[in-house]
């Protein structure tokens, strides 16, 4: 081994190879890997949302919410279930175990849906969504044109635009949303049906019949067979008007025409989509699985910019909304911290070293290791994205220590008088073995990460195997570049020194520091204790809490709650009230509006519920930051009454809705059979929480109830009648709600058949009562002669929990989130629930708990891992834990940093503190090996050792440690909108390292000597 280090070290080719191979392989990895927004969500929780216009909740419970769920809980492999289900919409959610993919649970719920088959009711169809399949929705457009027809122009999106842009590749989806279906519509007018003794399922059957395309086989001609095809498709409206409903007395056909009036029109649809104030057509883009956002979004952009053309002159495309700029802006900050990072932690060195040539050869370990990193990230499969993006720059001060240790020891023998090949060799040998533990106790810290399980740990891992990966190529190369570097370079002792007195200043003070220390033990081990309990203690209750930090995407996302049952139309009014305040701010560039969800979609909002998404300018054109936007407007809104507002960054809102289930970040279930019990309870757990100050917003939709109308049927007057209940609803419904009777292709487009009664037939409850039902004699009677017709309330949603009855309140927590929720939970304790009925806290703060406990137990796993590696190359129990103390020690400067930030606690953090525990130890193990050193080969008493070693290894301690903090010191700045996801992370680190390098000098000789007295007597 000592001869091949010999040679490679001598010759130059080889540390070129390396050199070239890591650059090279770095770039074109860089190139070849998707860049995404956030990792791949992996998770298998899966959404079954299943839309059926006008019908109750309880009926929705009935008809389709249970029957979803009983064939979804019979699926091996399910751990939960829980759904909501409001006016019209069902949505059920299916929780898999670990074991299972995402493609895999799609499978199985897709098999288990396929067995609903008759069970469902005509034309409901369940739609199949999954938790990463919102985070692939990239970009989105509006299309207003107020020259041309809504089903025009969305028949054009839709079958035109829509069809160019998927062909662009990897894009695995694109929804539009808006405009009108095409149709023609057939509103028969009710006295001529009724005269002539025609049913609207007369209407129905004629129109559908007349509807036909048949097969007569084929007849032979020569040498030809000739098929035969019976060609009756509706071809035009004329075709339409010429359809024989039934026959006059006189035996004359009765037309169409003759009862009913036929228009081009669109079908209803009970949402809104709209571009600032005008109506509009939506098209939102979701790319493949594993596809590069940036580039998709480039592609599409090129692409509808090339067909443009098909639009009609007038058309106006506003893009509302565009992941890749995020991106884009994100890896341009990203870039600029690298490189005042770089150039920062490079000037750290040159501080220390005092001449250019070492601080250049220990400075090219930064680009080295970063690209070693991204080669391997290829080769894992990994993406570029705000994750791995982050924990590339926060490594960056730490990829040097490795080689500044390198460094230092070969110095050393060179000033001893060795030849260069000799100190480099002796110097390597010396240090390896600490060198390499040091490495690996940072990187260990990383492998329980493999016990946190759920979306948390597609998340989180890619941070920890980047940084894990970025440490090893940096310990790699310093044993064999940077030698082979400083073979090259020869002695450094001929090169002009730059006398800096800082570095012996700060040597001298530290040594006084030490002295004072060792002198006064007690006093000193008091004094960190009393500030470690305060500082942990102060931070719960001063400092908010969340899952990740909030990004400035540069868009807003708006959701206002109005009482449940309010219709579309006072809906849209809110709203245009809102966007006439919005419009009014400077920094508004364009304005989505979406009020209620569109058919046979994911979307599960009611028309009381809308979202706006606003994007903005360029942030340099921005006279304000979106937190002073939104306390702009949530002072703007609040002079309007009835109204509870969301405020979301878009991409944040869908990962935090992931995690939490809810659209909002806390919530409180109660759970029971009784639905009039639920609300009761629901209504005093919110009183508890007004009562409490610390909750804002609180929505609790079950004390609003919904006015319905319910027909029931008198059974003995139908017999009388000679109708059934199945005769009396069919005619109902299609009277008001409406039938596609049958479809047409025109120009590659589909066209419904829609048969409705005209508006002013349906618009009153009197309307209802007075519909015309045909009896078997022939004569027509109103619906309530053989109905009863009452107004009701209902409850405006019902949800479940394993097939379990519950209802939920959301709210927004007002200061710390800890405090609120053990006031909260303390005020519910003396309000003893029923048996039966349990309530729990929801949302973000249940996920918030789950992954605090998560990232205590892979800390504790953590240090357990390090304590080995510890005791391996110690071969002592006490010396290992003497070093490991040092972990609470730097947390000090952590609560220290976050409470002077007042950043909060979030996964970020997490990672900074499991981050800290495998690099709080490094300065410690090495200070701890040469004290072992100097007593072993100089036989030295311990405090002489203690102190020799301290004025051996400060330089290099705060070499290392001061050119981490330098190097994250652009991160903790932040100089771009990905910024804020790992600031938080920097601040922790800084803060760590700050006071690392202040105990690793004083409070670890300290505690070695206490130690040491005590288990090595005898």
Known sequence: MKRIFEKFIARPFYSLAIIFFLITGGIWSIYKMPIDYFPGLNYPLINVVTQYPGVSPEDMEILVTRPIENALQGIHGVNRTSSITSMGISQVTIEFSENY????????????????????????????DNLGSRMQQIIGYTF??????????????????????????????????????????????????????????????????????TSGRYIEMGYFDIPIRGNGQYKSIDDLKYVKINKSSNNNPIFLKDIAEIKPGGLPEHYIVRSSHLPAVALIIQKADGA?????????????????????????????????EILIESMDGVKSEVFFGAILAMLAIYVFLRRWSPTLIVSITIPLALTFALFMMYVFGYSLNMITLAALTLSLGMVVDDSIIVLEIIEKYLEQGKAIKNSIISGVKEIFAADLNGTLTTIIVFLPLLFISGYLSDLITPFGVTIALTLFGSFVISITVIPALIYWKGKFKDEKYIKLNLVEWAINFNNGLLNYSMLHKKRVAIALVFIFIVTGAAIPFLNKAGMLPQVDEGALLIEYYLRPGVSLNESKNVAEQLIDVMQKIHDVDNIYLKIGSPENTYYIENVNRGEMMIKFKDKKYRTETIDEIIENLKHKF?????????????????????????????????????????????????????????????????????????????????????????????????????????????????????????????????????????????????LFKVAKVSLQNILPAITHLNGERELTLIANPLGNLFASVDKLTSALGENILPRGYTYQIRGQYQTLIETIKSFGLVIILAIILVYLILYLQFNSFWQPFVILLKIPLDFIGVFIALL???????????????????????????????????RKENSMQINDALKEAVHLRTRPILMTGLTTIFGLLPAAIGMGIGSKIHQPFAITIIGGMITGIIFSLNIIPVLYSSFANRFEKG
């Open 101 to 128: 993919s995402i493609t895999q649970a799609r499978q199985l719920t897709a098999a288990a849906i396929s067995q609903l088959s008759g069970q469902l009711p005509d034309g409901v169809k369940p739609v199949i």
């Open 144 to 213: 207003v044109n107020d020259s041309i027809s809504q089903a025009d122009l969305k028949a054009l999106i839709q079958y035109r635009i829509k069809p160019a842009l998927l062909s662009v590749g990897n894009i695995s989806k694109i929804d539009v949303f808006g405009g009108e279906r095409k149709a023609f519509v057939i509103e028969p007018n009710l006295q001529k049906i009724r005269q002539l003794k025609i049913s609207l399922s007369d209407i129905k059957n004629a129109l559908q019949e007349n509807n036909i395309i």
């Open 292 to 324: 590069g956002t940036i580039k998709v979004a480039g592609s599409v952009q090129k692409k509808l910019s090339e067909i443009s053309s098909l639009l009609p002159p007038g058309t106006v495309v506003h893009k509302f909304y565009d992941q890749s």
């Open 638 to 782: 609040s002079s309007i009454n009835g109204v509870v507002f969301l405020y979301h960054q878009p991409t944040q809102e869908k990962i935090d809705e992931s995690f939490s289930g809810l659209p909002a970040f806390f919530g409180v279930s109660v759970a029971g059979d009784n639905l009039d019990s639920l609300t009761s309870l629901a209504g005093k757990i919110e009183t508890v929480m007004k009562k409490t100050g610390d909750f804002s917003n609180i929505i609790n939709n079950s004390k609003y109830l919904v006015p319905q109308l319910e027909v029931v049927p008198d059974r003995g007057k139908l017999a009388y009648y000679g109708l059934s209940s199945f005769d009396l609803f069919k005619e109902l419904s299609i009277a008001f709600r409406g039938k596609v009777t049958t479809r047409i292709v025109k120009e590659q487009m589909p066209i419904s058949i829609f048969l409705r009664l005209p508006q002013i037939d349906r618009n009153t409850i009197d309307d209802l009562k007075m519909l015309p039902v045909r009896t078997s004699s022939g004569s027509y009677i109103p």
């Open 900 to 934: 002077i930030t007042r950043e909060s606690l979030n996964i970020s953090v997490g990672l900074g503190l499991l981050t800290l525990v495998g690099v709080s130890v490094n300065n410690a193990i090495i200070l701890i090996d040469k004290v072992n050193r100097l």
